[in-house]
């Protein structure tokens, strides 16, 4: 029988803790240690939707990328967003695990995800916690590339939403080295690797900092820009941690949500 504690050890071997960032809280957030765990469904974000899905699998353990208890909390009252999660999971006797900054800075990890998907060549982190591991990738296309190429290349493998692939800078714009980060990535837009790559792929770029690094990509200063899903992003990871799941957990029967969790539904383009 495999635990819900033996699934955190094998999660700990393939992010450990000691990689999140301080401000995360990744880990175990709703489940007995001592349960049974037969089936795990994985998903970027704990909402109604997956916890449902999650339920009605019949799994046992919702693994997530995004914790969903992050800053103090006083109620779990079914009235609010967090408690309903945590009250269906509980009823469906599903527990719930994230694995979030401590899955981005491995190996095998969110970004790397997306620059293997674009056959990245010198693929190495921006922010470095070794020279293997850390935050965001920088690398090199197979060969030089347009702006709309590079943009149809990611639209043809991340999963659609409304929201698509935005791009600050010419079609026609040719670029070779790339540096992404998935997920929220504005962070980085001031890296050096960042500053000195052609293109800098990554999501929820807000207006004034996206504005500001258009004009400095003008100045032929910084890269060009492409804002793609935060949900699409990190989606990709989920496979590849399914494959490392069901290595490290042999008769745990793993499943990855195909539910689209980022949150827009439609857009309207004029
Ligand atoms: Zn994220």
Not at 41 to 55: G, M, Q
Not at 76 to 83: F, Q
Not at 108 to 130: D, Y
């Amino acid at each position: 029988m495999v635990t819900l504690d033996a699934v955190g050890a094998a999660v700990e071997r393939l992010w450990p803790l000691s990689g999140a960032s301080s401000w995360d809280s990744p880990g175990l957030a709703v489940g007995d240690p001592a349960s049974e765990v037969r089936r795990i469904h994985l998903a970027v974000d704990a909402v109604l939707d997956t916890a449902d899905e999650a339920v009605e699998l019949g799994a046992d353990l919702l693994l997530v990328h995004h914790p969903l208890l992050f800053r103090g909390v006083t109620t779990v009252a079914e009235s609010t967003t967090k408690g309903a999660v945590i009250a269906r999971l509980i009823r469906g006797s599903c527990a719930l695990l994230a694995a979030h900054t401590n899955a981005d800075v491995v190996v095998t990890g969110t970004s790397r995800a997306i620059a293997s998907r674009l056959g990245l060549t010198g693929q190495r982190p921006i922010e470095a916690s070794t020279p293997d591991t850390g935050i965001g990738i920088v690398g090199r296309a197979a060969q030089p590339i347009t702006l709309m190429a590079l943009a149809r290349a990611l639209s043809d493998f991340l999963p659609p939403t409304a929201g698509g692939v935005r791009v600050a800078g010419d079609h026609d714009r040719v670029v070779e080295t790339i540096a992404l980060c998935g997920g929220a990535g504005d962070s980085l837009l001031d890296d050096p690797s960042v500053v000195a790559s052609d293109v800098y792929i990554t999501s929820d770029l807000r207006h004034h900092p996206a504005s500001d690094a258009r004009d400095r990509m003008l100045l032929g200063r910084g890269p060009a820009l492409i804002d793609i899903s935060h949900w699409a992003s990190e989606w990709l990871w989920l496979e590849q941690a399914a494959v490392e799941l069901r290595a490290e957990l042999p008769g745990v029967e793993i499943t990855v949500s195909e539910l689209r969790t980022d949150p827009w539904d439609f857009a309207v383009v004029r």
